[in-house]
């Protein structure tokens, strides 16, 4: 994940790494507050992998678009978050 964050930013470094590390982490957590299961086979899934790049780019520095890609990742994370495929919120019944 952390090398597909880095390029999505067109950052060619390491040296922000610790940075995205906890950026990943925390977009990852604010999903999962959302109610988007934290298995390892989802947050492969391409989806999530969107909604934690737009995190980051959101998080990352100070972007110009910041109140765009709010309501990006915003979107991203309300659609996940009631897809029986990235949730557990359908296991009770």
């Not at 994940?1 to 040296?15: F, G, P």
């Not at 910041?66 to 919120?89: I, M, V």
């Amino acid at each position: 994940m952390l090398e597909a964050v880095r390029k999505a930013l067109r950052i060619k470094t390491t040296a922000y790494d610790s940075e995205l590390e906890q950026l990943i982490l925390a977009a990852q957590l604010d999903l999962g507050v959302a109610g988007v299961v934290l298995e390892s086979n989802i947050m492969l899934d391409a989806l999530v992998q969107l909604a934690v790049i737009t995190y980051c780019k959101m998080h990352f520095g100070q972007p110009d678009d910041y109140d765009r890609l709010k309501r990006s990742y915003d979107e991203q994370k309300a659609q996940l978050a009631t897809c029986t495929g990235y949730t557990d919120w359908m296991d009770g019944e």
